[in-house]
């Protein structure tokens, strides 16, 4: 099982990635390879040319920067995850790491990466979208910010034209008292869940909810997030009321191995357990 | 289709290569420098098999490309045996408690395992789970396989004590 033949280009510089990205209408960027090498090896995805981004200076950087945790294209699964920075302004994002794929594909893969794939079954954009959070892309016509709620249009499809370059991802950072968590349910772990939530839960004063933050993974062909459980629990809903209402507004995808009415069942699952164990965390 | 000079350490020796652009690792490492312990199964990041050490860190050769590599250091199973040993202590224990039985799928659970007791030397079944979930073995059933990384947990801190 081998590639179709390609090109591969390791630019040094990120005008000369965008320079090579718009001459050839097929390239692809690539980033920890962790999902289009697979794609290739396939041959499910035959570009005429691969725009690394590995020798690209400055993109492999987690900074905090004002009120947000920008991360660059470049920086791994692996260091996001063990990251103290990443832990305290973005739990979401270290609760979303440890169940990306596996240990020897997170050492490779990328944060950026897995966001800008758009895979609806990925963590990574899930956590995204339930933090409002922002893609930084690099086009020929300079940069722009894109709002993670416009960013997402179906499988594997983002807002990214084709000869732009997410650059790096920006989070709001979490409010003091503030938990996360991301649960799944997988025939295996590790495997593509058939659904899973993130959650994000902020504490009052008196300890109720006073902000929570929900998504949805691989319920539709994009992450989608959780409005009506939202709602519900800013009205003063309990978490187990408040996850009845995970599949409220949502089409679920209907596929032989899990019927669109087992995947809403196990919207409302996952949708409680990782509230639950987000408000346990932010105690 | 392009092809680039690459640069790589490969258990301690240089190599220099001259690679086509579309050469996973894996068939760098196992058709040029025939070094064919390092396993392919699923050939697209899902069985494990393939797994190598690239600067310390466990990874996937079949879904990366040589080219990639460059400038990268590389261990395969080849290169954890020490010269005046014959089997490495993880290795030993595969035998000692029958870890294995086709034995395809063990060179990237012997390379995970080494990462892991590199880690966490007394790991907790939780983390021994964590860091093999992403290895298929179609034999075992996992039991034989848990049970050497104990052993090989409490040889190594054994003998690092």
Redesign the interface.
Known sequence: MKPAAFDYAAPTSLDEALQLLAANDTAKVLAGGQSLIPLLNLRLAAPELLVDLRRVPGLNEIARQGDELVIGATVRQRQAERDPLVAEAAPLVTAALAEVGHPQIRSRGTVGGSIAHADPAAELPAALVALDGRVIARGPGGERSIAAADFYLGFLTTALDDDEILVAVALPAAPPRTGAACVEIAQRAGDYAACGAVAQVTLGDAGTIAQARVALIGATDRPVRAAAVEEALAGGASIADAAGHAGDGVEPIDDPRVPSAYRTHLAGVVTRRALEQARSRAA | ??T?TIRVTVNGTEHEAEV???L?LA?FLRERLDLTATHLGC???VC?AC?IL?DG????S????A??A?GSEITTLEGVVAEDEDLHPVQQAFWDRHGLQCGFCTPGIIM?TL?LLREHPQPTREQI???L??HLCRCTGYVKIVEAVEQAAGVLSGSRA
């Open positions: 289709m392009s680039h086509p652009a579309r996973t068939d050939e697209h990041g494990g797994t690239l860190e466990t990874a996937r079949c879904i990366m490309l080219a990639q460059d995970s990462e789970d964590d860091a979930g992403g």
